[in-house]
Structures are given as structure tokens and as C-alpha cells.
């Protein structure tokens, strides 16, 4: 059997991961502790996000011709890619939180809602918060107004009540 077969479906469970993928990263775990990295994966598996090392080659096929292809020229020396289909910001978050703590963890590049991010770029995104934290800030700035208008409305009545 060739090489080649024997990689393919390496290649095609790469692919399918990253169909769908909302956000991608890239990084280089060299140095890391097995300590670190069991804590890193515990995170990234709470999150819901895929965290695996693969051969740098074969990651390269697998993203030719999508939108993860700007990141094949980051794929040098060690890699791991995180891959969350449900929270685009989810890789960038977990990696750059964890990147404080362990310095020897380097983010690399990576992929958010089809967009390419050099590291800056990813470290920016990571200060975004997801979208949950989003969704109650919302909720709670549309609240607030709300709720004073009732207290006020409220403290007219009694106050009405009282003259009466």
C-alpha cells in the first residue's frame, strides 16, 4: 500500500473537522508541560473545541483551497490546531487566557468566521467575550431603563396614594 493512501484519511478527518469550523487556531505547544497540556485540553474540551496535533503536510492539504489556507505558512516546526464549530471565538479565548499562565505555548495564526488572524489579530479576538457574556450584556442594558421606569411610575402612585 502507498504512502499516500495510507495518509488520505488523515487528511480527510482533517477536512471534516474544519467543515463547519467557526473559528480555528493555530499554535506551537513546544515546551509545555504534561501537566499544562492536560489542563489546556481539559479547557478546550469543556468549550466544546477539538484540540489535536497533526503533521504539518497533511494539515497543509487538508486546507488547500479553503479559507484555512492563509495559515499554511505558519505551519512550520510543532503545530496543534483547536477548532470549535459552535463558538467562533472560543480557540482564541481558552489559547490566549492559557498563553498568560504557560509562556512557553505560542499562538501562531488562525481563523475566525472565514477571516485570517496573524497572532496579534487572534489576541485582540481573545479580548472579545463570547457570546453568551454578549447576549446578557444586551439584555441587561435594555433592562435597565425598563426597570427604572417602573420604579419611578411606582413612587408616583404611592406618592399619589399618600394624598389621596
Do not use: H
Amino acid at each position: 500500500m502507498a504512502k499516500v493512501e495510507l495518509k488520505q484519511p488523515i487528511v480527510d478527518e482533517i477536512a471534516a473537522a474544519l467543515d463547519g469550523a467557526q473559528g480555528v487556531v493555530l499554535v506551537d505547544y513546544r515546551g509545555l508541560t504534561v501537566e499544562q497540556d492536560t489542563k489546556l485540553r481539559k479547557q478546550l474540551r469543556e468549550a466544546g473545541v477539538v484540540y489535536k496535533v497533526y503533521k504539518n503536510t497533511l494539515v497543509k492539504r487538508a486546507i488547500a483551497g479553503t479559507a484555512f489556507e492563509p495559515m499554511a505558512e505558519k505551519l512550520e516546526g510543532p503545530s496543534a490546531i483547536a477548532i470549535s464549530t459552535t463558538d467562533a471565538t472560543a480557540p482564541a479565548r481558552i489559547m490566549a487566557e492559557f498563553a498568560k499562565t504557560a509562556d512557553k505555548l505560542e499562538l501562531k495564526c488562525g481563523v475566525v468566521e472565514g477571516a485570517y488572524y496573524d497572532e496579534n489579530g487572534i489576541k485582540a479576538i481573545a479580548d472579545i467575550p463570547s457570546r453568551e457574556v454578549l447576549l446578557s450584556r444586551l439584555l441587561g442594558s435594555m433592562q435597565s431603563p425598563i426597570t427604572n421606569f417602573a420604579r419611578v411610575i411606582k413612587q408616583i402612585a404611592e406618592k399619589n396614594e399618600e394624598v389621596a
